[in-house]
């Protein structure tokens, strides 16, 4: 089983671009499936993406990758925008096990 720890998070202006990563303690990382969520003030937990789809608000924008070799999934996030402001999340899952990291917050403003 794997634990998750985010970060990367910040303050930023609309228009500018931030990038999380996940790193992930424990065996078998690769075998994970991996994503990011986010969860606004006020609002439910959102998928962002994940290796096989993504959130049509944040196409063209945000991008997921991972680097099996450093246990880590990283979220680049371009173009940002205030409604991009939220806790993002990183989630890993295999089978019928999950896991979430706790975190990270982004805040887009002027």
């Known amino acids: 089983q794997v634990q998750l720890v985010e970060s990367g998070g910040g303050a930023v202006q609309p228009g500018g671009s931030l990038r999380l990563s996940c790193v992930a303690s424990?065996?078998?990382?690769?075998?994970?499936?991996v994503g990011w969520y986010r969860q606004a003030p006020g609002k439910q937990r959102e998928m962002v993406v994940t290796?096989?789809s993504i959130a049509e608000a944040v196409k063209d924008r945000f991008t997921i990758s991972r680097d099996n070799a450093k246990n880590t999934v990283y979220l680049q996030m371009d173009d940002l925008t205030p409604e991009d402001t939220a806790i993002y999340y990183c989630r890993a899952w295999r089978g019928s096990y999950e896991t979430w990291g706790q975190g990270t917050q982004v805040t887009v403003s002027s």
């Open positions: 290796m096989a």
């Open positions: 424990g065996n078998g990382f690769a075998a994970y499936a």
